[in-house]
């Protein structure tokens, strides 16, 4: 079942042992992530924390308003938070619309039908009052959030988790982005969007036409949507659609008050304001998802006129930093749900993984069922044009019985199999915002690494080693040495 509202997703993780709350007073400035790093580093991801206590910057007292801090953070917490138990059901979900198995006769096709018109089922609904609008704040001030400081050389208090809302300016279509926020003052934040990102892109309109962008930015409602936001969907599909369909209902909006967006109904605090063209102001530093600081730069700045919001809010936060950390379960679940879309186009590739030192982009290990030679070439290529998937800076390319999900039987693979003058290949290419080695910004070289079995036809002539296999039949003879061992 879907949530109706962050509280309900909270009200599931309490019911099922998987939420600590915290009742002792604790800081927004450093101390949240201090708490919060140690738990997510746990084994598993840890627990989702609810600090009901949390003390501003230059106040003495708890403000009122409780931190929600990992509650993406495990595998089964991101999969209930898409209201699934498992997430391999939303991949099986996909395939079966793309690829329906043939309906045998009239009966089969008219059961069939629900699926295929459940993709086109749950577009946002738009409604006439929203609990987000609850209380209405015409004189905003950041300062009365507990926005959080996150590590010590931060240029200050950042939103971690927010859906920034924007229209595109011709055609008018949505785009909803999870972009951090740095706080500059009462009334105004950083708009960290990346330039590759599809705000950043709808912004370059505003830009040659000179008008200023509305912007909203929505702070929980279902976990959904914040998963949305971060999700790599291509431009003109929007995330409340794609919100829709994971949780099986449409994404309740409502219109803003004082700007021409929508915003989900249920949200727990809504900002509303504009970016203007021209202005640009230094962001960052900022502990990021890379583990480092990355860089101050010139971003552009977010005008809050107005602040709606719930009856009692709850604060929804994350923190980033040397992984494993909360983003890196929201990352596997794209991994997962996206797998069939990748599919599509390569059929080719069986599984792939982004391993958790990679955070995303800088390792990707693809399991491919090769049938001609440079295939592994011509998947990676495949790959560097593929979405976001542009930004894999290590590519490495296996044969089919290698498990990807298992990097250090990559590792092995990758140094059995890779002769490196012949099986890599460098090309030049965009490179992840954030990626601090790359010379220039935004742009650089990428490596993909064919460590599949090299064929006469690609010009390894000698013979090629079999794998060191103990056979079955000489496993059945010893299987009793082999569990009388396991249970002593
Ligand atoms: C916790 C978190 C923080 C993120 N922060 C940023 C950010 O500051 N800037 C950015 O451009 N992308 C950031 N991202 C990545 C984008 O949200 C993601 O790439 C998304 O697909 C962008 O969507 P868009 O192309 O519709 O803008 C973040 C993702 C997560 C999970």
Redesign the pocket.
């Known amino acids: 079942m879907p949530y109706k509202d962050l509280g309900e997703f909270i009200t599931r993780l309490d019911q099922s042992g998987a939420l600590t709350r915290i009742s002792d007073p604790i800081r927004a400035d450093l101390e949240i992530t201090a708490v919060s790093d140690r738990v997510m580093k746990s084994p598993g991801g840890g627990k989702a924390l609810l600090f009901e206590n949390v003390i501003r910057p230059g106040e003495t007292e708890p403000c009122g308003i409780p931190v929600l801090v990992n509650m993406y953070g495990s595998r089964t917490r991101m999969a209930w938070a898409l209201a699934v138990e498992d997430i391999e059901e939303i991949p099986e979900r996909i395939r079966s619309f793309i690829k329906p198995e043939i309906p045998s006769g009239i009966i089969d096709t008219l059961k069939r039908l629900p699926q295929i018109v459940e993709l086109t089922k749950f577009p946002p609904k738009i409604v006439s009052s929203g609990s987000c609008q609850d209380v209405v704040v015409d004189n905003p001030d950041l300062t009365e959030l507990p926005v959080c400081k996150c590590w010590p050389k931060d240029g200050g208090a950042f939103f ?2 927010p859906q ?1 809302i924007t229209k595109n300016l011709n055609d008018g279509n949505r ?7 740095q706080v500059y003052d009462r009334t105004t934040t950083g708009m ?10 709808q912004f370059q309109d505003y830009i040659e036409a000179g008008k200023r962008m509305e912007v909203a930015v929505a702070l929980g409602g279902d976990p959904a949507l ?2 949305s ?5 291509p ?1 003109g599909i929007d ?1 409340y659609l794609f919100a829709g369909f994971l949780r099986k209902k449409p994404v309740d909006l409502v219109k803003c008050k004082t700007v021409d967006l929508h915003v989900p109904a249920n949200a727990e605090i809504v900002l509303e304001g504009y970016v203007d063209p021209e202005e640009r102001r230094i962001e960052g530093p ?1 502990g ?2 890379t583990g480092f600081y990355s860089l101050e730069d010139e971003y552009p700045v977010f005008h809050v006129e107005a602040i709606t919001h719930r009856e009692n809010p709850i604060y929804p936060h ?1 923190i ?1 930093g040397k992984p494993p950390m ?2 890196f379960y ?2 596997w679940a ?1 991994e997962r749900i996206f797998l069939p879309l990748i599919q599509m186009v390569l059929p080719e590739i069986l599984d792939y993984s982004l391993p958790v030192e990679g955070i995303f982009h800088n390792y990707v290990f693809v399991r491919i069922k090769k049938r001609y030679p440079g295939h592994a070439f011509k998947v990676m290529n495949a790959i560097w044009g593929l979405g ?1 998937l542009m930004f894999s800076k290590f590519i490495v390319i296996v044969d089919e019985w290698v498990d990807v999900q298992n990097s250090s039987e990559v590792m092995w693979v990758l140094g059995n199999h890779c002769e490196p003058e012949r099986d890599t290949l460098m090309v030049k290419g965009p490179r992840d ?2 990626d601090h080695s790359a010379p220039l910004a935004h742009y650089g070289s990428k490596m993909g690494f064919d460590a599949t079995k090299k064929w006469p036809e690609e010009g390894h002539t000698r013979p090629w080693p079999d794998r060191i296999i103990m056979g079955d039949e000489v496993l059945a003879r010893v299987k009793g040495f082999i569990d009388k061992m396991n249970t002593e």
Do not use: C, K
């Open positions: 971690t988790l920034i785009n909803v982005g999870m972009y951090r926020m960290h969007w990346h330039i590759h990102h599809g705000g950043s892109g914040g998963y936001a971060s999700a790599p969907l431009d995330e900022f990021d998802h994350t980033v909360e983003d929201m990352g794209t976001q915002a954030l």
